[in-house]
């Protein structure tokens, strides 16, 4: 099992900055897992945002975020972060960290295939 912990979300003005961490702990994240962050407003379905291959680093990003978020990890701290620029009140939403260990490329935008799942942090872009 993979429990994931999710911190950093808040209430920001258009323009702003924000950094999400998403901790991983219960099984040592090997090379193949896939971590990705994914966020779901009241009555839009869960929209992927970002993904990041644990070994290789290798990313991908959702047409909406490309050029303004990035997705990173820090192995020694088993932690993962979505730098997010130039926030929008798109934006908005909970944003959720997910992980599984089987993933190809074609897959990663899928909430479905994932196993793991953070509870979730608020982002609210706007007064």
């Known amino acids: 099992q993979v429990q994931l912990v999710e911190s950093g979300g808040g209430l920001v003005q258009p323009g702003d900055s924000l950094r999400l961490s998403c901790t991983a702990s219960?099984?040592?994240?090997?090379?193949?897992?896939?971590m990705a962050w994914f966020r779901q407003s009241p009555g839009k379905e869960r929209e992927f945002v970002a993904g990041i291959k644990w070994g290789g680093g290798n990313t991908i990003y959702g047409e909406s975020v490309k050029g303004r978020f990035a997705i990173s990890r820090d192995k020694a701290k088993n932690t993962v972060y979505l730098q997010m620029n130039s926030l929008q009140e798109e934006d908005t939403g909970v944003y959720f960290c997910?992980?599984?260990?089987?993933?190809?490329?074609?897959?990663?935008?899928?909430?479905?295939?994932?196993?793991?799942w953070g509870q979730g942090t608020q982002v609210t872009v706007g007064s």
């Open positions: 997910a992980a599984d260990g089987t993933l190809i490329l074609s897959s990663w935008r899928q909430s479905r295939m994932y196993d793991y």
């Open positions: 219960g099984r040592t994240m090997t090379n193949n897992y896939v």
